[in-house]
């Protein structure tokens, strides 16, 4: 009975690791590591770059349609800088200092100003 077990939990997780989409690595000419993730649908999920095993510079996240739902920096895994994240007709800029929020805007238009289309 414990053989049987032991099969079955191997199956599954054979099963569940087809299935899951593996992020892709690749090292460049100045040191990071560019990173790609998926969605399970294969669309990119996020993209974004590491330095010494840490985000590090800027990092952009999609919905599973392909639109750009989010962008936000890094410096060694710190936040920093202005991150923006897209939700309908509304536009959030959160600026951060230090690892810590420092203001945070939000916009509605119905003209937009800025844009997660490409």
Known sequence: MMKVLVMA??????????QEVKPQFEKTDDGL??????????KVSQTGTFLNNKRHGEWISYDTDGQK???????????TGKWFFWND????EVD???NAIVSVTTWVNK????????
């Open 96 to 98: 951060y200092s230090g």
């Open 111 to 118: 003209d937009p100003v800025a844009t997660n289309k490409p």
């Open 33 to 42: 590591v560019k990173a790609t993730y998926f969605h399970e649908n294969g």
């Open 69 to 79: 739902t989010a962008q936000a920096a890094y410096s060694h895994d710190r936040k």
């Open 89 to 92: 007709d509304q536009l959030t």
């Open 9 to 18: 939990a191997m199956m599954i997780g054979m099963i569940a690791t087809a």
